[in-house]
């Protein structure tokens, strides 16, 4: 059964960044796309960030100038670099993919990431 393990979030002022990663259980041998997600206290979850196993990323509007998204294939693990970080990206962080059938894999607890001065 595949499971989602986030971590790194935690407070920063604005201004500071912060690394998430997600470890993907058990190790995918077909790899698909991955997505970063996150969802602010009365929003809905929101798709940040996409990566494909040949490292093709995009981007959501408001998190393109800030984030990067990078996976560890060896590792099973992807990562989100996010700079500059502002209050309004004050949110819970997900990781999730979809499996050949289209559904999604179990969501995980998330990573909760804070920002204030």
């Known amino acids: 059964q595949e499971q989602l393990v986030e971590s790194g979030g935690g407070s920063v002022q604005p201004g500071g960044s912060l690394t998430l990663s997600c470890i993907i259980q058990p190790i995918i041998f077909r790899f698909r796309p991955m997505g970063w997600y996150h969802q602010a206290p009365g929003k809905q979850r929101e798709l940040g960030a996409t990566i494909t196993n040949s490292g093709v990323t995009n981007y959501a509007a408001s998190v393109k100038d800030r984030s990067t998204i990078t996976t560890n294939n060896a590792k099973n693990t992807m990562y989100l670099q996010i700079n500059n970080l502002t209050p309004k990206a004050a949110a819970v962080y997900y990781c999730?993919?979809?499996?050949?059938?289209?559904?999604?894999?179990?969501w995980g607890q998330g990573t909760q990431v804070t920002v204030s001065s």
């Open positions: 999730n993919y979809k499996k050949g059938s289209g559904d999604f894999v179990p």
